[in-house]
């Protein structure tokens, strides 16, 4: 089991960090209190398969209380429970711009000066600094930079490397997805729709896949895609996105979107990339 305790300056990054680590499977707790980090981490320990990886978020806002983490983390060591520290910081002026940007009061200068409260708050906190296992200072990382460094410190090879392709068919009289990244419209394609022993059936069966992929339109339209998919997958990945969800989309969502949806994630299991398929309308009148 491994039990981070994520601590530093209001303002680097903690919340990031935590909604990081949930995201590769680690449980979380935000402000937890130091009365409960001991019984918490023994509950942890005791229950291995259920709590693997745990992160919680100890700092300024624990208030007096905060003084007692040394007391708690030598019992930590008494009892043989392992644990990680990892600090965040970030300078002064940009600390100062991120709660000027979210217009957030920092907690320990509630009617003061941010820079006075950062003072203060660094001053309190130097004795975590100085015990922590890793120190990231955040003032010049993009979001994906920090979130590559969270998961290569403390997730799995298979958690650094994923990234997974949302394929979602619909049909346009019923909405465009909202979480959609990318929206493609096949309704230039010949409808099924029209062909009445078609009518009935949907895009993922074999009479009407033939019926969307025997035209040249369709199959140009694949290769383009394909093309375009191959490009731009990468970057994302690069640009630090797990996830890209694209929407192919026609009248009803039954027949074109459907095969086209179908077809594409064939193409990109073929590439190795991990993807799942949806077919939001498929089974609407």
Do not use: W
């Amino acid at each position: 089991m491994r039990f981070v305790i994520i601590t530093g300056m209001s303002g680097a990054g903690k919340t990031q960090v935590m909604h990081f680590l949930e995201d590769i499977g680690y449980y979380c707790i935000d402000n937890m209190p130091v009365a409960f980090l001991l019984p918490f981490a023994k509950m942890c320990n005791n229950e291995s398969d259920k709590f693997n990886n745990v992160a919680v978020v100890v700092d300024i806002r624990s208030g007096d209380a905060l003084l007692e983490i040394g007391t708690a983390l030598d019992e930590f060591r008494k009892n043989s429970l392992k644990y990680e520290i990892l600090f965040l910081e970030a300078d002064e002026s940009v600390i100062v711009k991120r709660y000027k940007e979210t217009r957030r009061k920092h907690p320990l200068a509630p009617e003061g000066s941010i820079d006075d409260g950062i003072l203060i708050e660094r001053d309190k906190l130097s004795f975590l600094r100085e015990n922590a296992n890793k120190i990231i200072d955040t003032s010049q990382l993009l979001t994906r930079e920090l979130k590559q460094l969270i998961y290569e410190f403390y997730g799995d090879k298979e958690a650094c490397n994923y990234f997974c392709v949302q394929l979602q068919s619909f049909g346009f009289k019923y909405g465009i997805p909202r979480d959609a990244d990318l929206v493609f419209d096949v309704r230039f394609l010949p409808n099924p729709f029209y062909v009445p022993e078609l009518r009935a059936q949907n895009g993922t069966e074999k009479d009407v896949a033939e019926f969307v992929l025997k035209y040249k339109q369709s199959r140009q339209f694949l290769e383009k895609l394909d093309d375009m998919l191959t490009m731009l997958i990468p970057h994302y990945i690069e640009e630090g996105k797990s996830e890209l969800v694209i929407a192919i989309g026609c009248t009803g969502g039954k027949h074109r979107s459907v095969t086209i949806a179908e077809e594409i994630n064939k193409l990109l299991q073929s590439r190795d990339v991990k993807a799942v398929i949806r077919h939001r309308d498929m089974t609407k009148d």
